[in-house]
Structure formats: C-alpha cells, structure tokens
C-alpha cells in the first residue's frame, strides 16, 4: 500500500466550526489532492497541489482552502463547516501531474466527516 | 465543461457471468482513462487504464474497449467472482497546463457479483 495516512479517520462537527483533515505521505510524491466522495456523485476533486506552497482549485473548492507547508503533508480546512460538507474526503497522491506517463493515482483511506 | 457519463449505476452479475459498465465523455482533449476499484471502507485502487492510442487493453480478467470516434470505453469483468464485488469508477484526464493535470471520475457503478 502507499503509504498515505489520512487524520482524523471519522470527525463528527457542529456547523460553523472549523475542520483541518490532515494528509501525510511517505512517498515523496510531488502532486497531492482532496477529493469528497458523494452518493451519486462519485469522487469531485476539491484541490490540488503540484509542490511546496503550489496549489490550484479543482471543481468544488468553495467553502474549502488547503496548504502545503511540507512535501509530506496537505492540510484541508474547512473555515466554517456545513451540513452540505458532510461527506468522505479522501487525499491522493502522483509522482508527476501527467497520470498518462506514470499510470497512478494513489488513495489514502479516506476521512469520513458528519457536520451536524 | 468536462464530464465522464458511467452506467449503469448498480449492477447484479452471477457468478461467472460477465459484468459490462460503460463511460462515454465529450472532451477530445483526455488522453489517459482508468478504471478504478473500490471496496467499502477503502480509497479506490487503479485496476486498469488505458490510452486513446489503443482499441482494448486486457489484464487477467478485466479488459478495456476504447471507441475513440464515438468517445466511449467500458470495462469488461470476465467470469465474475463474488470478490469482485465492489464500485468501480472509470476516469478520464488531461493535462491542464503547468505541468498539472485534472482527473474527472465517473459517479460510480455498484457491482455485486451473487454466487
């Protein structure tokens, strides 16, 4: 297995509090992502990060903001969480950004996060 | 705006019987397709992929046909076990510029394969 560890595993929230879910690898990877995974949805990419303090917003970035600090770790931060947030986040990483060329996404195991 | 279509979205094979599930996408631009695997409780694991180049690609028992003209791929489970039970996620990508790229799933297809 990569070796990306996804903290907290499961959250339970208020709304209007803020949550940092934590994403630290081993691997070295330079590319990192967030991802929530809805029932017929499937999995929406949140943001991405293609090295130390580079990151971009993917397709449903709103309520949402990241950092990248360090090779190893990519925080995401929700500022002031909503029902609507409720979801399983799940980090990723690549070893380059053009999946064509390496062939895979790694998952970490996911965060399961309820904002009541 | 980039879309990947994936049906069915639940599916019920027997054993040993094949299991199909179909993607289609609008943007010419994606030049690299996965199928991804899930079990519950678990992030997904690549399971196959291939690129617009080729017609079909075949691992063990999963092959990909790829359609380029009518922009379509499917993944082909042949004889189905119990333990491929899981959801599967096809994808498309594209290098978006800058060295960065953006991987867009599929909702999903719920496969249960009944002894």
């Known amino acids: 297995d990569a070796g990306i560890t996804q903290s907290p595993r499961h959250k339970v929230t208020e709304t209007g509090t803020p949550v940092t879910l934590r994403c630290h690898q081993t691997e070295n990877h330079r590319y990192m992502y967030w991802y929530r995974q809805d029932p017929g949805h499937g999995l929406r990419l949140i943001h991405y990060?293609?090295?130390?303090?580079?990151?971009d917003k993917g397709e449903v970035s709103d309520g949402y903001s990241v950092s990248r600090s360090k090779t190893e770790d990519f925080l995401l931060t929700l500022e002031s969480a909503t029902s609507s947030q409720t979801s399983v986040y799940f980090c990723?990483?690549?070893?380059?950004?053009?999946?064509?060329?390496?062939?895979?996404?790694?998952f970490g195991e996911g965060s399961r996060l309820t904002v009541l | 705006q980039q879309q990947v279509k994936q049906s069915p979205q639940s599916l019920i094979v027997q054993k040993g019987g094949i299991s199909i599930i179909n993607c289609a996408y609008e943007?010419?631009?994606?030049?690299?397709f996965p199928w991804y695997q899930q079990f519950p409780g678990k992030g997904p694991a690549l399971l196959i992929a291939i690129r617009p180049d080729v017609s079909e690609k075949k691992e063990g028992r999963f092959t990909i046909s790829f359609n380029k003209s009518a922009k379509q791929f499917s993944l082909h489970i042949m004889d189905s076990q119990p333990g491929d039970s899981a959801t599967y996620f096809c994808a498309a990508s594209t290098n978006s510029g800058a060295g960065s790229y953006q991987l867009t799933f599929g909702k999903g297809t719920k496969l249960s394969v009944i002894p």
């Open positions: 943007n010419t631009a994606f030049d690299y």
């Open positions: 990060s293609y090295g130390v303090k580079d990151t």
């Open positions: 990723a990483i690549s070893q380059t950004g053009r999946l064509a060329s390496t062939g895979e996404l790694f």
